[in-house]
């Protein structure tokens, strides 16, 4: 992205025509980024409550009484109880080493509590690494390579319109597309091919593919003898599979199985392009591990145009900012981010009496809404640092104002084209807005810590954490490409695994997560195989996808966004109509654990007993979260959330 200023002001960004992956182009977000930066409702002085929680009664205060207020807090919550009763929380809205301020200014301060795991991709990071041993994708200009592309899972016309140019493309030149997905999205309808599973029935419709293989003699056995470990039992694994009981368990015709499994073994080389969909369930690792081991049978890893591509970390090369810390910091992991509310709540020697969250905005993103709503409800005391009055700003005591990516410099590796970029400072930040680096320092001053780490020059901050050869000069010039548009992962036949080979049967899985060392299928944790009275309660299968006009809950401010997004719940024919429910009827969508009212899209794009309605919805702005119905366990490794493991009934709204 190159970002035009004048006189000191951002006055557009232009996609960058000399970038290998984005050539050119921004998404409609992106496009959006001037208007973010100086939109009315951005926070550009510290803010305190004035009102009660949730409100728009905030009033502007001066920094150095709002510093004061959150020393004074702190000062409290170390001298009443302990500094583990601190909660420090922080998201996925701004990373990158400039974020590091926060852990050394709590190392200062004698400890705090926090979570772990990942509400995104940590099971199908877990899942992949336990297979692979590392994570690495085939360059988008590979996929004209590939006699199929398999996206399952995943929605890149919405959510990374760069790869899809890759994957249609591709398409033009003969590659094959394929979609599996329970509902029909953009990048369905793009595709030469749609399979649509029942929701959370990935794996077993891996396995019956695999099983298709290994019968009709469709392995690359040559491959699994030199590369792959624990083929036997795998083979004794989906013998079980069989395209019949997937008929049964996935709902798709086991004739279309069979045939698609031959396609699949004649189009080789073929690259599987898993998203993060598939692994928003409790079943999720073992399901990427399912996915994962149908490539390694069919001899599609290591070879031109085939390829897993879950995650890919080849631009992740930095190492933490070595501080000097006065101590080693006392930190208390609570339990897994998806519950964060439970493990808030459930604090105890001591318990949680205030919270700092950044870059995050659980109240709209945090599964379980209502926990989480409650949890914040008991809390002494809340500072949410943020650009914006989030759902969870509202609940705050104390907001202050944050820079945005324009406003300091720092690094941004690409999450699946492995290219490391440098984020140069353009602007300073509008009002009174502040960088965290700022925040913590101004916070350490207030409490007699030294500084001095504080003021370390951003360009030898990042200079120190990269790997020998980089650096922000050479950064400046030119983006590193660790890898290349030729490069293909493994290759050499070398996985760094405990075997030196492809795992498919993995101990280190038994002995980390307690499953099974084989990708053995279980049926989601709310389904009619797991629970047959909840499913009779609530029959309707809720997914919550991503949309292109925000990015997870950010974005939300954007009234043209807004006014271009489709928030409608999307309903199968047949499942409306035995509900009497017309289009463009007002819904009322409930479980157990909450309720949303919404307008109704009679659609046949989603399977029958499949609703979908997208994520990253406000209550304050959009007058509700999808997250009031989902549940915060947490998926079978990797600590992940369970978005779309989630049973609804749908019914027409009362009338007023």
């Keep these: 992205m190159r970002a035009i200023v004048k006189d000191g002001r951002l006055v557009r960004v232009e996609g960058d025509p000399n970038d290998r992956v984005g050539r050119g182009v921004l998404t409609p977000t992106a496009q959006r980024y001037v208007e973010r930066v100086y939109s009315e409702q951005r926070i550009l ?18 920094w150095a009484e709002a510093i004061d207020m959150l020393a004074k807090q702190l ?61 690495h994708h085939h360059p988008p200009e ?57 929701p959370g029935t990935d794996g077993f419709l891996a396995h019956a593919i695999a099983h298709v293989l290994i019968r009709d003699d469709l392995v690359d056995k040559k491959y699994i003898a030199e590369h792959v470990a624990g083929y036997d039992d795998y083979e004794w694994l989906v013998r079980n599979y069989t395209p019949e009981k997937a008929q049964e368990t996935c709902g798709i015709d086991s004739v279309v199985i069979e045939d698609f499994a031959h396609r699949f073994a004649a189009a080789r080389p073929v690259n599987l392009n898993a998203g993060f969909g598939m ?59 998806s519950r964060f509310g439970r493990v808030v709540l459930a604090a105890k020697e001591p318990k949680i009496k205030a919270a700092i969250i950044e870059r995050a905005n659980p109240m709209a993103q945090s599964p379980f809404t209502s926990a989480v709503h409650y949890a914040m409800e008991r809390l002494d005391f809340v500072c949410v640092i943020d650009q914006f009055l989030t759902d969870t700003a509202r609940r705050a005591h104390l907001v202050l104002p944050a820079k945005s ?8 590796p690409g999450l699946w084209h492995g290219i490391l970029h440098l984020k140069e400072k353009c602007i300073d930040s509008p009002g009174e807005a502040k960088s965290e680096r700022q925040i913590y320092r101004m916070l350490a001053e207030r409490l007699g ?34 890898h290349g548009p030729r490069w293909i992962p493994f290759a050499d036949g070398k996985f760094p695994t405990q075997s030196g080979k492809i795992e498919l049967r993995s101990e280190a899985a038994e002995v980390s997560w307690r499953v099974d060392p084989l990708p053995f299928y279980t049926p989601p944790r709310e389904s009619e195989a797991t629970d047959s009275v909840r ?51 007002d819904v009322r969508v409930f479980n157990d654990r909450g309720e949303v009212f919404v307008n109704a899209f009679v659609d046949d794009g989603v399977r029958v007993g499949v609703v979908a309605l997208p994520q990253g919805r406000w209550i304050s702005r959009d007058g509700y979260s999808i997250n009031v119905l989902t549940h915060d366990d947490v998926t079978d490794m990797g600590y992940g959330a369970i978005y779309f493991d989630c049973l609804v009934e749908v019914e027409l709204a009362p009338s007023e």
């Design 45 to 62: 002085r510290p803010l305190k409550r004035t009102g009660p929680a949730g409100s728009r009664e905030f009033k502007e205060i001066e």
């Design 535 to 585: 499913y009779a309660r609530f029959p309707l299968h809720f997914v919550s996808p991503k949309s292109e006009q925000r990015v997870c809950s950010q974005w939300a401010t954007d009234e043209v966004l807004s006014e271009e997004e489709d928030a409608r719940l999307r309903i199968h024919p047949d499942d409306a109509s035995a509900r009497d429910i017309k289009d463009g009827a």
């Design 142 to 198: 590979d996929y004209r390579n590939s006699g199929m592309v398999i996206v399952w899972g995943k929605n890149p016309a919405v959510t990374n319109p760069h790869q899809m140019s890759y994957l249609e493309e591709a398409r033009a030149e003969g590659t094959r597309l394929v979609c599996i997905d329970p509902i029909r999205t953009r990048t369905a309808e793009a595709c030469d091919e749609h399979l649509a599973p029942r």
């Design 449 to 482: 810590y030294p500084t001095d780490q504080f003021d370390l020059d951003p360009e030898e901050m990042i200079n120190r954490v990269l790997p020998p050869g980089l650096s922000v000069n050479r950064l400046r010039k030119q983006p590193f490409d660790r």
């Design 405 to 412: 990516m324009f406003e300091e410099l720092d690094l941004h």
């Design 75 to 135: 000062l409290s919550v170390a001298k009443e109880s302990d500094p583990r009763a601190l909660l420090h929380y922080a998201g996925h809205g701004q990373d990158g080493t400039m974020a590091e301020f926060s852990k050394l200014f709590l190392s200062y301060y004698g400890g705090y509590s926090t979570l772990f795991g990942d509400l995104c991709r940590s099971a199908g990071m877990e899942a992949t690494r336990l297979t692979f041993g590392a994570l």
């Design 279 to 337: 692994q928003r369930y409790r079943n999720a690792g073992q399901t990427v591990r399912a996915l994962a081991a149908l490539q390694a049978v069919a001899g599609n890893i290591g070879r031109p145009g085939g390829g897993f591509d879950f995650f890919n970390q080849a631009a992740y090369v930095t190492r933490p900012y070595p501080f000097h810390l006065p101590a080693p910091p006392r930190v208390r992991q609570l339990g897994a981010a």
